[in-house]
């Protein structure tokens, strides 16, 4: 069936570094993609979007690469913070827009 | 503009209670949905409503009813809770199925 699975769970980054987050899926009909950010006690929010029709797509220090071949999706953040701690979420969007499939989540860990 | 807002926070029920979670939505989306998180399994659709007046099942809807009862308003009950429903619970809503869905704050659930 359906699936959407993150290669790791746990990421740990140095402040300032850059931190990528991986996806992989299996729908490969799916046409829409969206990353959130959950901070602890609170519910999920909006990060970067993309589209099928895309390979890549920037935001304000974010960066979302698709590849459609291998069906992988991953979220790149430059800089990271220590405000950039949490969980991350991909989601992809499946029966025709009415249902959105989560992956497990990474947790992000900025050091000092 | 509150966004999604969901009540009560947290509760405790005992097995075989009922109870009706609460949640609307100020943004006139037409799409709500509901979803459990538990730990390290992500975010799973229980319910979803594309519309006023239309509900779909979701992924695990077992033990589960819902009520789209205007634009603004989608409730999840659970008629006969069971410790296995211990979750914490989001709703959350977006224009159409296809474009970003904005969460609630959610609510954690118990059942002794």
């Known amino acids: 069936g359906e699936s959407v699975g993150l290669h790791l769970p746990t990421l740990s980054v140095q402040e300032g570094d850059n931190s990528i987050i991986n996806c992989a899926y299996s729908?490969?009909?799916?046409?829409?993609f969206i990353w959130y950010k959950q901070e602890s006690g609170k519910g999920p929010q909006f990060i970067i979007d993309?589209?099928?029709?895309?390979d890549k797509r920037q935001g304000q220090r974010v960066t979302v690469l698709l590849n459609k071949t291998v069906k992988h999706l991953s979220l790149q953040i430059a800089a990271t913070q220590p405000g950039d701690s949490a969980v991350y979420f991909c989601?992809?969007?499946?029966?025709?827009?009415?249902?959105?499939?989560f992956g497990p989540g990474t947790r992000l860990s900025v050091l000092p | 503009n509150a966004g999604v807002t969901q009540t009560p926070k947290f509760q405790v029920l005992k097995t075989g209670q009922s109870m009706t979670l609460q949640c609307a939505q100020d943004?006139?989306?037409?799409?709500m949905y509901w979803y459990r998180q538990d730990p390290g399994m992500g975010l799973r659709l229980i319910y979803y409503?594309?519309?006023?007046?239309?509900?779909d099942k979701g992924e695990v809807p077992n033990g589960y009813n819902v009520s789209r009862l205007n634009k603004r308003e989608f409730s999840l009950r659970l008629e006969s809770a069971a410790p296995s429903q211990t979750s914490v619970y989001f709703c959350?809503?977006?224009?159409?199925?296809?474009?970003?869905?904005?969460f609630g704050q959610g609510t954690r659930l118990t059942v002794v």
């Open positions: 989601a992809e969007i499946t029966n025709y827009g009415q249902n959105f499939v």
């Open positions: 943004m006139n989306h037409n799409s």
């Open positions: 959350a809503s977006s224009e159409q199925g296809w474009a970003e869905a904005f």
């Open positions: 993309i589209r099928s029709n895309m």
């Open positions: 409503s594309a519309s006023e007046g239309t509900t």
């Open positions: 729908n490969s009909a799916s046409d829409y």
